[in-house]
């Protein structure tokens, strides 16, 4: 005999009382034993309760009336000729153990620890997709912003930066051409600025019409062409000047360079018919 826990209230019982004394439930070759978990539960039982094992149940008892557990019988004395008594016999060890179903092949189930697993291993995918798709969108939109930042813009460094922050932007083309154009044009600036020919920072000008250096280009012109005015020093230098830089940053000095130009040249003017006339008369002089 050995007590084990009522499969159907849990209380504790004898494998040999014919019913549960709580819930009544038979129990004396009523049980079974699972093959896989060692877990107790009645004949009838399909899966095994803990480790949810099937069992196929195969009822091969007679079909004889069910006895409820008042209605147990039990056996008679036989008594012999020589008037001795033959007490019951005891049942074998082998009716008082539960019998055990062999459960045919099970089909083969996952258990809620992977099935939790796989839903956790989805759940994370789809947190990670979703935060690369919002980190993505935001570098996508702060690119935008940068871009447009750049129309405007003249200066290389502004786009060497947009090109090392974003090099995979829609308009990174369009970028590094823009880029090449400003490298191109600080190249002719730079020619530009050790020129003294002003017709070649006439030429940076036409190129480059909406470059950065358009008023410092002005002003060389400008420079340029007041020295070469002042180096020739004559009235009709300045006017020259004058007439092309009506607002120049010399055109104080051509005016007032002009005025003195003119009158030196008036006076110039005057000593070489002087000088001419003496030169007459001296050569007139011996026929008087």
Not at 163 to 185: D, F, G, N, W
Request: negative net charge.
């Amino acid at each position: 005999m050995s007590l084990i826990k009522c499969p159907e209230c849990g209380h504790e019982v004898s494998t040999k009382a014919p019913q549960c004394p709580n819930c009544g439930v038979p129990i004396a070759s009523n049980l079974k034993r699972c093959p896989v978990c060692d877990a107790i539960m009645l004949q009838e039982v399909e899966r095994c309760p803990h480790c949810d094992t099937p069992f196929v149940v195969k009822n091969n008892a007679p079909s004889t009336p069910a006895t409820t557990p008042s209605e147990t019988v039990i056996p008679e004395p036989t008594t012999h000729a020589s008037g001795s008594t033959t007490a019951p016999s005891e049942p074998t060890p082998e009716t008082d153990k539960p019998t055990v179903v062999t459960p045919s092949s099970p089909t083969p189930r996952k258990s809620k620890g992977g099935w939790i697993l796989l839903a956790v291993i989805v759940l994370l995918l789809a947190i990670a997709g979703l935060l690369f798709w919002q980190i993505r969108s935001s570098r996508e939109a702060s690119a935008e912003a940068a871009f447009s930042l750049l129309k405007d813009c003249n200066d290389p460094q502004s786009f060497e930066d947009f090109i090392m922050r974003y090099p995979k932007s829609q308009h990174i083309e369009e970028v590094q051409a823009r880029l090449e154009e400003l490298r191109q044009e600080e190249i002719a600036w730079q020619a530009a600025m050790r020129t003294t020919n002003p017709d070649i920072v006439r030429d940076f000008i036409d190129n480059y019409p909406t470059s950065t250096h358009q008023t410092t280009a002005l002003h060389r012109i400008d420079t340029l062409e007041w020295r070469a005015a002042d180096r020739l020093c004559t009235a009709t230098s300045y006017t020259a000047y004058i007439t092309a830089h009506a607002a120049g940053d010399f055109i104080t000095e051509a005016y007032a360079a002009r005025d003195e130009a003119i009158k030196r040249e008036e006076r110039a003017r005057r000593d070489s018919i002087a000088q001419a006339h003496a030169d007459s008369l001296a050569i007139l002089a011996p026929f008087q």
